[in-house]
């Protein structure tokens, strides 16, 4: 199959790219601007161009572009999308629903969600992590858990989500403010199941309107309800991130690796931002304990940071996780915790059993290079598109 891959610099683009070739599918790369989600003119003419010209036959993207599916309708041809943003409003547009859709969601929660909508083509479908790739970087074929060399005693990559959503609202009234505050903080305290939508009431909603103005196109199958608990979501990620990553710094060497101001964490040791194809696997490698904080909006799914410090064959500390609990095994193939008392005793604990925690690293290693490779996951998706059944 020669397949037009739409690329926007995102950071799995080579591993798709070469596991694409090595599973025998000719490729074209492009990467085209576009002012319009749904509609615009000139980016439909070039993309149809490149089509013509090397006479695709597919098309391909990590995320979905109504723009694209509207092509991919034209010329009647398949469009694959693999989601790895959660939520990801592009879904709710009507051109999702075209037959010529083939949409892969990682997370199963935002897949049950979905469902109502009419897509056609629709799967639950985790993501995935190039290990070949990681150990030819690290230059080694496999993390055995024995290696030496381990630098910082506990790690965390990622953003703090300061420029959050709700953080831009000017105002709101006491009463409001503090009902928000409470939802929140009860979230901060439950792991595994998300409740906050269920906690914005019409009236709730309708003053927030008035505060924040959150607005999709009109076509949109998306609720207010669901675009202001995703801004509550992001302000509940950062808050735990950076009272966790406090905590964190009074008790151990923790490092880390953001481009958010590291003055939020002072008592942290400031790694800067690391490159994900080059850098990022040996700092997962290096460290003794890394970290894993979810987005709040991904109620249940693996998020990709999980599966690449796994990936690289470092110790993983996640906040409890739907599908991580049900793939992998806990205090087997990584550590989970629910809550900050648990963090900072599992933290504790695991810098002082040594060999535990590599073989932990080294058996999630297994895990992953077994069940989420890329080879593994792109041959299954194939595998749906051709044959067009579901998966459950």
Same mark, same amino acid.
């Given at each position: 199959?020669?397949?037009?891959?739409?690329?926007?610099?995102?950071?799995?683009?080579?591993?798709?790219?070469?596991?694409?070739?090595?599973?025998?599918?000719?490729?074209?790369?492009?990467?085209?601007?576009?002012?319009? *989600?749904?509609?615009?003119?000139?980016?439909?003419? &070039?993309?149809?161009?490149?089509?013509?010209?090397?006479?695709?036959?597919?098309?391909?993207?990590?995320?979905?572009?109504?723009?694209? /599916?509207?092509?991919?309708?034209?010329? &009647?041809?398949?469009?694959?999308?693999?989601?790895?943003?959660?939520? %990801?409003?592009?879904?709710?547009?009507?051109?999702?629903?075209?037959?010529?859709? !083939?949409?892969? #969601?990682?997370?199963?929660?935002?897949?049950?969600?979905?469902?109502?909508?009419?897509?056609? %083509?629709?799967? %639950?479908?985790?993501?995935?992590?190039?290990?070949?790739?990681?150990?030819?970087?690290?230059?080694?074929? +496999?993390?055995?858990?024995?290696?030496?060399?381990?630098?910082?005693? #506990?790690?965390?990559?990622?953003?703090?989500?300061?420029?959050?959503?709700?953080?831009?609202?000017?105002?709101?009234?006491?009463?409001?403010?503090?009902?928000?505050?409470?939802?929140?903080?009860?979230? &901060?305290? #439950?792991?595994? *199941?998300?409740?906050?939508?269920?906690?914005?009431?019409?009236?709730?909603?309708?003053?927030?309107?008035?505060?924040?103005?959150?607005?999709?196109?009109?076509?949109?199958?998306?609720?207010?309800?669901?675009? !202001?608990?995703? /801004?509550?979501?992001?302000?509940?990620?950062? +808050?735990?991130? $950076?009272?966790?990553?406090?905590?964190?710094?009074? =008790? @151990?060497?923790?490092?880390?690796?953001?481009?958010?101001?590291? =003055?939020?964490?002072?008592?942290?040791?400031?790694?800067?931002?690391?490159? !994900?194809?080059?850098?990022?696997?040996?700092?997962?490698?290096? =460290?003794?304990?890394?970290?894993?904080?979810?987005?709040?909006? $991904?109620?249940?799914?693996?998020?990709?940071? /999980?599966?690449?410090?796994?990936?690289?064959?470092?110790?993983?500390?996640?906040?409890? &996780?739907?599908?991580?609990?049900?793939? @992998?095994?806990?205090?087997?193939?990584?550590?989970?915790?629910?809550?900050?008392?648990?963090?900072?005793?599992?933290?504790?604990?695991?810098? =002082? %059993?040594?060999?535990?925690?590599?073989?932990?690293?080294?058996?999630?290693?297994?895990?992953? +290079?077994?069940? @989420?490779?890329?080879?593994?996951?792109?041959?299954?998706? @194939?595998?749906? #598109? +051709?044959?067009?059944?579901?998966?459950?």
């Amino acid at each position: 199959m020669r397949i037009l891959y739409y690329t926007w610099f995102e950071n799995s683009t080579e591993d798709m790219a070469q596991t694409l070739v090595l599973l025998g599918h000719e490729l074209v790369k492009c990467n085209i601007p576009f002012q319009d *989600y749904e509609t615009d003119e000139v980016f439909a003419r &070039q993309l149809s161009e490149v089509l013509k010209k090397y006479a695709c036959s597919a098309m391909f993207s990590f995320n979905f572009f109504p723009v694209i /599916a509207k092509t991919a309708e034209k010329y &009647q041809i398949k469009y694959i999308s693999w989601i790895y943003d959660c939520p %990801h409003w592009t879904l709710y547009s009507p051109a999702a629903k075209s037959e010529y859709n !083939y949409i892969f #969601v990682f997370d199963r929660v935002q897949y049950l969600n979905l469902q109502s909508l009419g897509i056609l %083509h629709l799967y %639950h479908f985790p993501l995935a992590v190039n290990t070949r790739k990681i150990c030819e970087v690290l230059g080694k074929p +496999q993390p055995e858990y024995e290696e030496e060399g381990e630098q910082t005693d #506990v790690s965390f990559v990622g953003s703090l989500y300061e420029h959050n959503r709700y953080d831009k609202i000017h105002y709101l009234p006491e009463y409001l403010k503090g009902y928000l505050e409470g939802v929140m903080q009860a979230q &901060q305290l #439950v792991y595994g *199941y998300n409740f906050v939508s269920e906690l914005l009431t019409d009236d709730v909603i309708k003053r927030m309107e008035a505060c924040l103005g959150m607005h999709m196109p009109d076509a949109y199958a998306v609720s207010e309800r669901e675009l !202001y608990a995703a /801004a509550l979501n992001e302000k509940i990620t950062s +808050q735990e991130r $950076i009272s966790f990553l406090n905590s964190l710094s009074k =008790s @151990f060497r923790l490092t880390i690796y953001t481009a958010s101001p590291c =003055s939020l964490v002072p008592g942290a040791q400031a790694g800067g931002t690391v490159d !994900y194809n080059q850098q990022m696997p040996g700092v997962f490698r290096r =460290s003794k304990i890394n970290l894993n904080m979810t987005l709040r909006s $991904i109620q249940s799914g693996i998020p990709l940071r /999980a599966l690449d410090i796994m990936g690289a064959g470092g110790f993983l500390l996640s906040n409890y &996780q739907q599908e991580l609990a049900e793939q @992998f095994e806990d205090g087997k193939d990584l550590v989970l915790y629910a809550g900050k008392e648990e963090l900072l005793d599992k933290t504790r604990y695991y810098l =002082s %059993h040594e060999r535990e925690r590599r073989e932990i690293a080294y058996r999630g290693f297994l895990k992953v +290079q077994k069940l @989420f490779s890329y080879e593994i996951r792109v041959k299954q998706m @194939f595998e749906f #598109v +051709q044959e067009e059944k579901g998966m459950k």
